[in-house]
């Protein structure tokens, strides 16, 4: 019945311990929101006002197109093409803060820094823009981190990853189709996998550890291991008698004494 209590009790703060690295903050929307909401200013303003933004791209491997590195995610050639990366990066982001609240905004700037860096090293000599590359990072570490974890919710995030996104994966050779950048997707994949390598998470949930599992456990000190004799047969406990006890600390618990008092109702017949 104790180990009983001790497995409910310990299994008690770990749901604690869990529900403790899993909280809705309002910044689970806010921060896809704003990226989404950079990314409809930058293709309003290029729309309306004729501003050529996608020359800022990623040029490979052009001074120039060093730029695109950061510019490149807000950019957008037209209205299928900002629109088939909005969903995706208000899903991602918002389930990145969400579960991954601490390194959220490590694999947003490092994941768009890293994947246009790479895709200036071996993108073909074509202006590369869009939100993609960073899909691709936020996809591939939300999958692999998943399972590096062994956590079931963040498995179970890592499945659903899959399901929705799964298709992905062919976008990242080439000639599937000219029209868009697979060096940039691929870029994106290499990065969220090194950043579920590189970047660790938080022991959700701590295993049960008995005391003789911790390092300072000493068995010469322990109650039950002393019962058993230096050829390790089991000792019955010593009788009443052959313990020592200090009687002078002992205090004798008085007796109980019941008194009855009769008293006669001269009222009755």
């Known amino acids: 019945?104790?180990?009983?209590?001790?497995?409910?009790?310990?299994?008690?703060?770990?749901?604690?311990?869990?529900?403790?690295?899993?909280?809705?903050?309002?910044?689970?929307?806010?921060?896809?929101?704003?990226i989404v909401l950079m990314m409809w200013i930058a293709f309003y303003s290029n729309s309306s006002f004729n501003l050529?933004?996608?020359?800022?791209?990623?040029?490979?491997?052009?001074?120039?197109?060093?730029?695109?590195?950061?510019a490149s995610p807000f950019l957008h050639g037209n209205l299928q093409h900002i629109t088939n990366n909005t969903l995706p990066i208000f899903i991602l982001g918002a389930a990145l803060v969400y579960f991954y609240r601490d390194l959220s905004l490590k694999i947003l700037v490092y994941g768009i820094l890293l994947s246009g860096l790479i895709t200036w090293i071996i993108g073909r000599s074509n202006y590369h823009i869009g939100a993609s590359g960073?899909?691709?990072?936020?996809?591939?570490?939300?999958?692999?981190?998943?399972?590096?974890?062994?956590?079931?919710r963040l498995v179970a995030l890592s499945f659903a990853v899959v399901v929705l996104y799964g298709g992905m994966v062919w976008y990242m050779f080439p000639?599937?189709?000219?029209?868009?950048?697979?060096?940039?997707?691929?870029?994106?994949?290499?990065?969220?996998?090194?950043?579920?390598?590189y970047y660790k998470t938080p022991n959700y949930v701590e295993e049960l550890k008995y005391d003789w599992q911790q390092p300072d456990f000493d068995p010469m000190q322990d109650p039950f291991m002393k019962r058993f004799d230096e050829n390790g047969n089991f000792v019955n406990p010593p009788k009443l008698e052959e313990m020592e006890v200090d009687y002078d600390e002992v205090v004798a618990q008085p007796k109980q004494k019941n008194v009855y008092t009769f008293i006669e109702n001269k009222n009755e017949d």
């Open 175 to 197: 000639d599937v189709d000219n029209t868009i950048s697979w060096e940039g997707h691929l870029a994106g994949f290499i990065t969220g996998l090194a950043f579920a390598l």
């Open 1 to 34: 019945m104790v180990v009983f209590l001790i497995l409910i009790h310990r299994k008690s703060k770990n749901m604690e311990k869990e529900y403790s690295f899993f909280k809705f903050t309002p910044s689970v929307w806010l921060v896809p929101s704003l």
């Open 52 to 70: 050529d933004l996608n020359r800022f791209g990623i040029l490979p491997r052009t001074t120039h197109g060093l730029i695109g590195i950061v």
């Open 134 to 152: 960073l899909i691709y990072v936020l996809v591939s570490f939300i999958f692999f981190k998943g399972f590096f974890t062994k956590y079931y």
